[in-house]
T-cell receptor, first 113, second 110 residues
Framework: EAGVAQSPRYKIIEKRQSVAFWCNPI?????LYWYQQILGQGPKLLIQ????????DSQLPKDRFSAERLKGVDSTLKIQPAKLEDSAVYLC???????????FGAGTRLSVL | AQSVAQPEDQVNVAEGNPLTVKCTYS??????LFWYVQYPNRGLQFLLK??????LVKGSYGFEAEFNKSQTSFHLKKPSALVSDSALYFC????????FGAGTTVTVRA
């Protein structure tokens, strides 16, 4: 089966610019997660979707970050405007709750200059 | 509040020697515990999990982990390490969302 697809793999922007990341999880995975992984730290959950509904966005900086999963399949995470501290790898993961396993994409490495 | 601690930033072992990566956790109730591995420029890959049952859990690539409730630990082990095991290892606890430790870099020298 195909894995979790993420694009782009790398993105370099200047502060105050906007950026968007795309994720397509494994077919059939109703749950989708976006994580932020800052260098030297473990991934931190930003938002969790169940189909096209938000389950948990308590750690999403909503003044600048937004995410959507309109059709319950692929998802987009946006940052507007970006800050220097947003430099990180943004990981997308999908999974079925029954198996308690999350399948991760390779991530998008964002550098904000 | 749930938390995970990986007390060692780095672990260095010689190929063929036993490998242990330490993890302790803090969570209310029964923990769901996981180990993931991350290779350079790759996403995290699931290694193994503890939900309930036998305290010794076997996973992918010859790894195993031992759940110790009294010590609130979930150490990852491999009896004989390979150079290809060199990677970044994350312990995680789910209660209910997944919280990761900071990671331990494992280097296995030939």
């Amino acid at each position: 089966e195909a894995g979790v697809a993420q694009s782009p793999r790398y993105k370099i922007i200047e502060k105050r610019q906007s950026v968007a990341f795309w994720c397509n999880p494994i077919s059939g995975h109703a749950t989708l997660y976006w994580y932020q992984q800052i260098l030297g730290q473990g991934p931190k959950l930003l938002i969790q979707f169940q189909n096209n509904g938000v389950v948990d966005d308590s750690q999403l900086p909503k003044d600048r970050f937004s995410a959507e999963r309109l059709k319950g399949v692929d998802s987009t995470l946006k940052i507007q405007p970006a800050k220097l501290e947003d430099s990180a790898v943004y990981l997308c993961a999908g999974g079925g709750l029954a198996k308690n396993i999350q399948y991760f994409g390779a991530g998008t490495r964002l550098s904000v200059l | 509040a749930q938390s995970v601690a990986q007390p060692e930033d780095q672990v260095n072992v010689a190929e063929g020697n036993p490998l242990t990566v330490k993890c302790t956790y803090s969570v209310s109730g029964n923990p769901y515990l996981f180990w993931y591995v991350q290779y350079p420029n790759r996403g995290l890959q699931f290694l193994l999990k503890y939900i309930t049952g036998d305290n010794l859990v076997k996973g992918s690539y010859g790894f195993e982990a031992e759940f110790n409730k009294s010590q609130t630990s979930f150490h990852l082990k491999k009896p004989s390490a390979l150079v290809s095991d060199s990677a970044l290892y994350f312990c995680a606890v789910r209660a209910p969302k997944l919280s990761f430790g900071a990671g331990t870099t494992v280097t296995v020298r030939a």
